[in-house]
């Protein structure tokens, strides 16, 4: 019944390494974010698909790829991981493109970099 | 100046206490405003949406002040259950929302 979910829960593991978090909406919507969090609480957008398409790009390090093989997933890859990575990274997701309100998020992955 | 600013607290209140939390943004050009509600170790989650009318959603009122680019959330009677950090967010063009810091609550028996 979870609206929108994400494996892992938790990633340990070393710098250098290449990690990938999933995430799937069953909501229907047509709109999926990334977000991270970091220590200090700040909540931001990295990456927005809307139907399979990037919409929204910030600047976020080239070592970050999404990839959204439907609109009901999105991906997030992460290549060398460094230890300024290690955050809680939310999935979200949005009935119907940027002009809607409400997001869902996630449960979160607390990424812990070593 | 940060785009979203909130006072991060925390705010420690007595249960039953009135609390107000102030948000500012920088963007006059923002389209749409919201707080919400984290909390611990948890999810984001929509609180209300907030209208230049003001809106009040049971113990909970909102406030938009456009031409001082200021929102506002009241909660009255707190209780117990309403501890958590709320993020005051920002809806700029071309739809990316902006989120606070947040402010912590710790209601206490």
């Known amino acids: 019944d979870t609206a929108v979910s994400q494996t892992p829960k938790y990633l340990v593991t070393q710098m250098g390494n290449d990690k990938s978090i999933k995430c799937e909406q069953n909501l229907g919507h047509d709109t999926m974010y990334w977000y991270k969090q970091d220590s200090k609480k700040f909540l931001k957008i990295m990456f927005s698909y809307n139907n399979k398409e990037l919409i929204i790009n910030e600047t976020v390090p080239n070592r970050f790829s999404p990839k959204s093989p439907d609109k009901a997933h999105l991906n997030l890859h992460i290549n060398s991981l460094e230890l300024g990575d290690s955050a809680v990274y939310f999935c979200?997701?949005?009935?119907?493109?940027?002009?809607?309100?409400?997001?869902?998020f996630g449960p979160g992955t607390r990424l812990t970099v070593l | 100046r940060k785009e979203v600013e909130q006072d991060p607290g925390p705010f420690n209140v007595p249960e039953g206490a009135t609390v107000a939390f102030n948000c500012t943004y920088s963007?006059?050009?923002?389209?749409?405003f919201f707080w919400y509600r984290q909390d611990c170790r948890k999810e984001p989650k929509l609180l209300m949406s907030?209208?230049?009318s003001g809106n009040e959603d049971g113990r909970f009122t909102a406030q938009l002040n456009r031409a001082s680019q200021y929102i506002s959330l009241l909660i009255r009677d707190s209780k117990l259950s309403d501890s958590a950090t709320y993020l005051c967010v920002v809806k700029f063009q071309g739809g990316k929302l902006i989120f606070g810091q947040g402010t912590e609550l710790s209601v206490k028996p």
């Open positions: 979200a997701s949005s009935p119907s493109g940027l002009n809607t309100d409400t997001q869902y």
């Open positions: 907030v209208y230049s």
């Open positions: 963007n006059s050009a923002s389209q749409s």
